[in-house]
């Protein structure tokens, strides 16, 4: 019988690490998750996900609630199993939101990637195993204030416009000492704006689901003046389980569609879809918000072997159908 191979996802329970779980087991491989069920969003929701994530893959999976900074609790997962690569999803997420709360996300996102790098460390030193490989989530918020578009890697992204950009920045210098020093293999993969099933709830798409079923007042930022490149959840999923064939030392790779989309244009498609109007309330964006998000993704498409395949009207037709069938059906 063939051995099973290992992969540890932190943030297991959330919105892309339950897609990145289902596809790492459909490759075959057994998946220990982290997640502390924080309440950042309904810790029911990420329940819920984990459901999801069971009622297909039960055997497949394990998951042990529990939070990345808890030293002890990494040393015990780590020395579980003998890990090919660990997928660090687990993070405070929303820029606006860490404006307000500076320190937790730092505490989480930066000092929590440390502990599990170190520890990462010390067991590699102490039981001379194959080093597992470290997929880490960055963002395309990290390009910040940027006059190269489309985003390029190698920017210096030394202008992040909130404390949630600056964390995932220096998570990734970090990476760079614990690839050095420690030769671990560091993969940082900046994600650009991902939609689909399981949204996470603080996010537009969802929210102009609350709006559009729900009657719910939102915010258009600028009148809907501002581009992001919108990107499927699944080719996410598929973009990040790629590490796992790729061969790197310490990489930086762009994952997004290289298609930016005018915000009115998403909200607009989205009507047409549902055939509803979104309740829309015309405010000025705050600083943190960039004017555009761009993905130069030749990178990705040559390191990762990345192939965007959702079109924008097919990836929102999947979420209004996810949003009617598991959140309006239940309400
Ligand atoms: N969704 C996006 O568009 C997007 C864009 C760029 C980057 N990212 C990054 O991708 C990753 C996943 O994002 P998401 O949208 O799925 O967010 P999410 O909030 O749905 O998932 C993150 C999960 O991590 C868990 N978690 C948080 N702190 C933890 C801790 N201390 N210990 C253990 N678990 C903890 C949360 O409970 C949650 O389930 C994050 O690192 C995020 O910063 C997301």
């Known amino acids: 019988m063939a051995h099973k191979r290992f992969a540890l996802v932190t943030g297991i329970a959330g919105f892309i690490g339950s897609h990145v779980t289902e596809y790492l087991c459909e490759r075959g491989y057994f998946v220990v998750g982290i997640d502390n069920f924080n309440n950042y969003y309904s810790p029911l929701i990420k329940k819920r996900n984990a459901q999801e994530i069971f009622s297909s893959y039960g055997s497949d999976v394990k998951i042990y609630e529990g939070d990345i900074r808890d030293r002890m609790f990494i040393r015990e997962i780590l020395s579980s199993h003998d890990f090919d690569a660990i997928f660090h999803l687990a993070a405070m997420p929303g820029v606006r939101a860490s404006i307000e709360e500076p ?19 010390r067991f590699n030193s102490n039981f001379k195993r194959k080093c597992p490989k470290f997929i880490f989530a960055s963002t395309s918020s990290v390009y910040g204030k940027t006059t190269i578009i489309p985003f390029r890697e190698d920017d210096t992204c030394s202008t992040p416009l909130a404390p949630y950009p600056a964390t995932k920045r220096s998570a990734e210098l970090l990476g760079y000492t614990y690839s050095y020093i420690h030769r671990i293999p560091f993969l940082a993969i900046r994600f650009f704006t991902v939609y689909g099933p399981r949204n996470r709830p603080d996010m537009m798409a969802y929210k102009l689901m609350e709006s559009i079923y729900h009657g719910k007042e939102i915010p258009l930022y600028n009148g809907g003046a501002m581009y992001r490149d919108w990107t499927y959840v699944e080719d996410i999923a598929l973009g990040v389980v790629a590490a796992l064939d790729a061969t790197f030392e310490y990489e930086i790779v762009n994952l997004g569609r290289g298609e930016p989309i005018l915000l009115l244009d998403f909200v607009q498609t989205v009507e047409s879809l549902t055939g509803k109007k979104a309740y829309l309330k015309h405010t000025e964006a705050p600083p943190s918000d960039m004017v555009r998000t761009f993905a130069d993704t030749r990178k990705a498409s040559k390191l990762l072997n990345y192939r965007p395949k959702t079109p924008l009207k097919e990836g929102i037709e999947a979420l209004v159908r996810w949003y009617e069938n598991s959140l309006l059906a239940n309400s």
């Open 103 to 121: 320190e937790l996300y730092y505490d989480i996102n930066l000092r929590g990637t440390l502990i599990l790098l170190d520890e990462i460390a």
